[in-house]
């Protein structure tokens, strides 16, 4: 993977801007995942608090992947999943998943948007 700057990870994240603490009327549990991916992808992934690398790998199951590529990078799909399946009263589907993604994530990234302003 290409080592990515804080400014270019922070356009593919909706909620975070790079702020020291959520800005009022922001969903703070959001953009509490976005800041941690930005953290944990800059960290790399042998500091103990870094789940990152768990995280894609529970997300990379044959049922989810491939998944649409749309710009949004395969470790921030792993967080959202995996705070999906932790927060939901059942385990979460891909089906579930996706569709969440899709209505609720993808269309609303900084990435995506300039994406469909090329």
């Known amino acids: 993977m290409v080592a990515m700057t ?11 801007n790079g702020e020291k603490v959520p800005p009022e009327g922001t969903d703070s549990l959001m953009w509490g995942y976005e800041e941690a991916w930005v953290r944990m992808v800059l960290e790399g992934n042998p500091t103990p608090t870094n789940c990152l690398e768990y995280y894609t790998k529970e997300y990379d ?4 992947l491939p998944f649409e590529e749309d710009g949004t990078p395969i470790s921030m799909k792993a967080i959202l999943w995996n705070r999906l ?11 579930e998943f996706k569709s969440w993604y899709q209505e609720h994530y993808v269309r609303h990234t ?8 090329q």
């Open 85 to 95: 399946d932790h927060w939901s009263y059942m385990p979460a589907n891909a089906e």
């Open 110 to 117: 900084k990435t995506h948007r300039q994406l469909l302003n």
């Open 6 to 16: 804080r400014e270019e990870l922070i356009l593919d994240c909706r909620y975070y």
């Open 61 to 64: 199951l044959p049922h989810l």
